[in-house]
């Protein structure tokens, strides 16, 4: 499976399907990590061997949908994964290029960038995190995945969200082996 990243952070769930792909958990080819900010997430793929692009957003939006698009066009990936990235893709992206993305909650709850607070602000008991289809809606894609996390009464939002990751890193490399073993599911657009 041929997998383009999108990344704007610190890079740990792009490490985790990079030491899952160097270990020979994931069979998969890491085509190149695109990021919208100068990010550790660039750092690591970079120690790794891979190739990076950095593409910033630019003032008018449509000129930076197009050269996304235009970049992964050439590329031709299986897959899009976007791990941490903070960017809401055009219509057109997603429905050309399959994508995924994880997300610190059970969706469709606590959707947007603020899920691991929502959730507590909420008072729910368990959140997690979910792997699902990117579509033109924030957060509302189908679900693939998810993986509960409960809530213990000491957590405030950093440390409910680290044990939230630890998560997060091993759903995403389970869903990519789920892909490579039985194909790409069909999506509902």
């Not at 003032?59 to 197009?66: I, L, P």
């Not at 698009?69 to 031709?76: H, K, M, P, R, T």
């Not at 969706?107 to 008072?123: E, I, Q, S, W, Y």
């Not at 998810?146 to 939002?157: G, H, L, M, S, Y």
Request: overall charge negative.
């Amino acid at each position: 499976m041929r997998i383009v990243l999108l990344a704007s952070g610190s890079g740990s769930l792009a490490q985790s399907i990079i030491d899952a792909r160097d270990t020979g958990r994931l069979k998969i080819e890491i085509l190149q990590l695109i990021s919208d900010k100068k990010s550790q997430a660039i750092e690591r793929a970079d120690t790794s061997g891979i190739s990076t692009k950095f593409l910033p957003v630019s003032k008018d939006r449509s000129v930076w949908d197009e050269q996304l698009f235009n970049i992964v066009s050439d590329l031709n990936p299986d897959l899009v994964v976007s791990v941490g990235f903070m960017r809401i893709l055009s219509g057109e992206f997603v429905a050309t290029f399959p994508t995924i993305n994880t997300h610190p909650a059970l969706l469709p709850n606590f959707p947007g960038t603020h899920g691991v607070r929502d959730a507590l602000k909420a008072g729910a008991k368990v959140t997690g995190s979910t792997v699902h289809w990117v579509d033109a809606g924030i957060d509302t894609g189908e679900i693939i995945r998810q993986k509960e996390v409960a809530i213990q009464p000491q957590d405030d939002e950093a440390s409910l969200h680290a044990r939230i990751k630890i998560v997060e890193r091993e759903l995403i490399v389970e869903t990519l082996q789920s892909f490579i073993a039985n194909g790409l599911p069909r999506r509902n657009q």
